[in-house]
Nanobody
Framework: QVQLVESGGGLAQAGESLRLSCASS????????MAWYRQAPGRQRELVAS???????HYVDSVEGRFTISRDGAKNTVDLQMNSLEVEDPAVYYC?????????WGQGTQVTVSS
């Protein structure tokens, strides 16, 4: 069974940075893509950033230029560097692994931003 564990969430002031990490129990190259999603209270879950096995990255417009997704195949981890945090960014952030046959999700990590 694939397990994804997120870490690095917490409290930051607006303008500060946080780095989230997702550790996979399986090789990240088992999957077609790894991604970070977030869900804020009263809002639907949205895709924040993704990276496929070809190294192609995608970001939602609201985080473009501020967030960076990266991977480490040796450690089976996928990180999300979040810079210049804004009041729109607080949410539970979820790591996801996508393949052609299955989708796997982490338990989520809370990100809070104070202003």
């Amino acid at each position: 069974q694939v397990q994804l564990v997120e870490s690095g969430g917490g409290l930051a002031q607006a303008g500060e940075s946080l780095r989230l990490s997702c550790a996979s129990s399986e090789s990240i190259f088992t999957f077609n893509a790894m991604a970070w999603y977030r869900q804020a209270p009263g809002r639907q879950r949205e895709l924040v950033a993704s990276i496929n096995n070809g190294g192609y990255t995608h970001y939602v417009d609201s985080v473009e230029g501020r967030f960076t997704i990266s991977r480490d195949g040796a450690k089976n981890t996928v990180d999300l560097q979040m810079n210049s945090l804004e009041v729109e960014d607080p949410a539970v952030y979820y790591c996801a692994a996508h393949s052609r046959v299955s989708d796997y999700w982490g338990q989520g990590t809370q990100v809070t931003v104070s202003s």
